[in-house]
């Protein structure tokens, strides 16, 4: 190889490392100020687009229990319902309503570049107003599930296997399979700026598929199955509380916030 060729080949990596790096900076800003916006949004906006992400997102249980009611008990069974489970998130995602785990990276990011008190008091607004929500929203459509008889009794038999399936890990279980859920929304929430419309929806689809696909927590998705059980007395809200939504909600927070946004801050922190 000759020298001027060697030249030209340290050009282009240096060229594509600075093209890496941009790209890297640019995400976070972008995600940053999305997060600022988020944070000065008033009550009744986080509250109303919370409890329609709550609602949206219960249509995951339903299309994944609609799948389990007409699929034989089979071992590869797990692999076609789960297309479901993608439903309510590409409800919500591309609805861009409020959703609980999209927000352990948005916000955070403002909160790593000024740790203030003023910066602590908003996270804990926006997380306390959008957590509220969803679970409202869960509560609501797990209600009408019940007792509201919208479905055919084979459907509804599904959603509740999907359900009781669900409620058999333990409280411990849902934290430890909470963490990859976590991790893999807020992977997703950075990833999507870099995305065209038809790559958005496919990168939706493959991320959730494998948090269904794998048995992870999802606080919020998972709050609808275990709302169902409580409404028809087969678990105590107690128990559904402490031995599920709070689990999850910290493996969530920990794979989200503790290690992804963690992460990507660090990344990028010499630089912005």
Not at 64 to 75: H, T
Not at 149 to 162: A, F, K, M, T, Y
Request: glycine residues 10%.
């Amino acid at each position: 190889m000759s020298k001027k060729q060697a030249d030209i080949d340290r050009d282009e990596e240096i060229q594509a490392d600075k093209y890496e790096n941009v790209s890297t900076s640019v995400i976070f800003e972008a995600i940053r100020r999305e997060g600022e916006h988020e944070l000065l949004r008033p009550f009744s906006a986080l509250w109303w687009s919370g409890v329609a992400a709550g609602l949206a997102i219960s249509t995951s249980v339903l299309s994944k229990g609609f799948l389990a009611s007409i699929l034989p008990q089979v071992e590869w069974a797990a692999g076609v319902s789960n297309l479901g489970y993608t439903v309510g998130f590409l409800i919500v995602i591309l609805g861009r309503m409020q959703l609980f785990t999209e927000n352990t990276v948005t916000p955070i990011l403002p909160l790593f570049l000024s740790p203030t008190r003023q910066n602590f008091y908003q996270t804990a607004r926006l997380w306390g107003i959008v957590f509220a929500a969803n679970m409202m929203g869960c509560a609501a459509a797990a209600l009408v599930l019940v007792f509201g008889r919208i479905l055919p009794d084979i459907r509804l038999e599904g959603i509740l296997s999907v359900s009781r399936h669900y409620a058999e890990a333990t409280a411990f279980e849902h934290f430890t399979w909470g963490i990859p859920a976590g991790f893999l929304i807020a992977a997703l929430v950075w990833i999507l700026p870099r995305m065209e419309s038809a790559g958005e929806v496919l990168m939706i689809v493959i991320v959730t598929y494998v948090i269904g696909l794998g048995g992870m927590s999802h606080v919020v998705a998972g709050s609808t199955e275990l709302f169902i059980l409580v409404a028809r007395g087969e678990l105590g809200l107690a128990a559904a509380v402490f031995g599920g939504i709070l689990p999850a909600l910290a493996g969530n927070v920990l794979g989200g916030t503790g290690i992804f946004a963690a992460l990507t801050y660090a990344q990028v922190r010499e630089e912005v």
